[in-house]
């Protein structure tokens, strides 16, 4: 991982390969132990994460058959139902030590949000907002499709785990799930939307403009 930004006491780091779910479970748990606040952008391998919020007629698929195809099922303590993971995506995940700086889960929250919509608005150069009945962010214009799939967990005054940007990945993993009690098709992704073009650089500035917006809002 490489280490991009430093301010406010708060290190980005950036992973250029592909990191286990599981991986980062114990990580964010060790962060919350030892309250060490950071922000991690990476991608996972295929898996299906569901929420203590996740009903069961929402995953489609056996787990024998999700084996079968090589994607992990994971249970997490975070808020929110299925969702998936694929190569491909911008995973973004905060660390942020509520209690420390002062700042309430529904602060953190506005100020997630709208460092999401400032990063693709600069990056992409189209908006997207927030739908006020379904967690995430979604298509200015088309506002059924959802882009930016969420799941904060804030225990002990400490958040962990954050948003997932659907860009170059397939969109694949996410047809053995009724996403977030969505439907498949009503996710959506850069590279649907003809916005994959020179893919890397972009990642790049996206992530350093949602840091730098996210930093300057934070307390």
Same mark, same amino acid.
């Given at each position: 991982?490489?280490?991009?930004?430093?301010?406010?006491?708060?290190? *980005?780091?950036?992973? @250029?390969? &592909?990191?286990?779910?599981?991986?980062?479970?114990?990580?964010?748990?060790?962060?919350?132990?030892?309250?060490?606040? *950071?922000?991690?952008?990476?991608?996972? =391998? @295929?898996?299906?994460?569901?929420? &203590?919020? +996740?009903? +069961?007629?929402?995953?489609? %698929?056996?787990?024998?058959?999700?084996? *079968?195809?090589?994607?992990?099922?994971? /249970?997490?303590? $975070?808020?929110?139902?299925?969702?998936?993971?694929? @190569?491909?995506? &911008? %995973?973004?995940?905060?660390?942020?030590?509520?209690?420390?700086?002062?700042? =309430?889960?529904?602060?953190?929250?506005? &100020?997630?949000?709208?460092?999401?919509? %400032? +990063?693709?608005?600069? /990056?992409?150069?189209?908006? %997207?907002?927030?739908?006020?009945? +379904?967690?995430?962010?979604?298509?200015?214009?088309?506002?059924?499709?959802?882009?930016? =799939?969420?799941?904060?967990?804030?225990?002990?005054?400490?958040?962990?785990?954050?948003?997932?940007?659907?860009?170059?990945?397939?969109?694949?993993?996410? *047809?053995?799930?009724?996403?977030?009690?969505?439907?498949?098709?009503?996710?959506?992704?850069?590279?649907?939307?003809?916005?994959?073009?020179?893919?890397?650089? $972009?990642?790049?500035?996206?992530?350093?403009?949602?840091?730098?917006?996210?930093?300057?809002?934070? @307390?």
């Amino acid at each position: 991982m490489t280490k991009f930004l430093h301010r406010k006491g708060l290190p *980005s780091y950036l992973f @250029p390969s &592909i990191v286990p779910y599981k991986r980062y479970v114990k990580f964010q748990e060790n962060s919350r132990k030892n309250r060490r606040e *950071s922000m991690l952008f990476l991608e996972h =391998s @295929p898996c299906l994460t569901g929420g &203590i919020g +996740a009903k +069961a007629e929402n995953l489609l %698929v056996s787990p024998s058959l999700l084996s *079968s195809l090589g994607v992990e099922l994971v /249970t997490l303590q $975070r808020g929110g139902d299925f969702t998936a993971h694929e @190569p491909g995506q &911008i %995973v973004g995940y905060l660390h942020i030590d509520l209690k420390k700086r002062n700042l =309430s889960l529904g602060d953190f929250l506005r &100020i997630l949000n709208q460092s999401l919509v %400032v +990063a693709v608005r600069e /990056t992409w150069g189209f908006r %997207v907002e927030e739908n006020p009945k +379904a967690p995430g962010l979604y298509l200015a214009e088309e506002p059924k499709l959802k882009l930016i =799939s969420e799941g904060i967990y804030a225990k002990s005054y400490f958040t962990s785990f954050g948003f997932a940007l659907n860009a170059v990945n397939d969109l694949k993993t996410f *047809s053995l799930i009724n996403p977030c009690g969505a439907k498949t098709e009503d996710m959506t992704s850069l590279l649907r939307l003809g916005k994959d073009k020179d893919f890397p650089k $972009r990642r790049l500035e996206f992530v350093m403009s949602f840091t730098q917006t996210f930093l300057d809002l934070l @307390p």
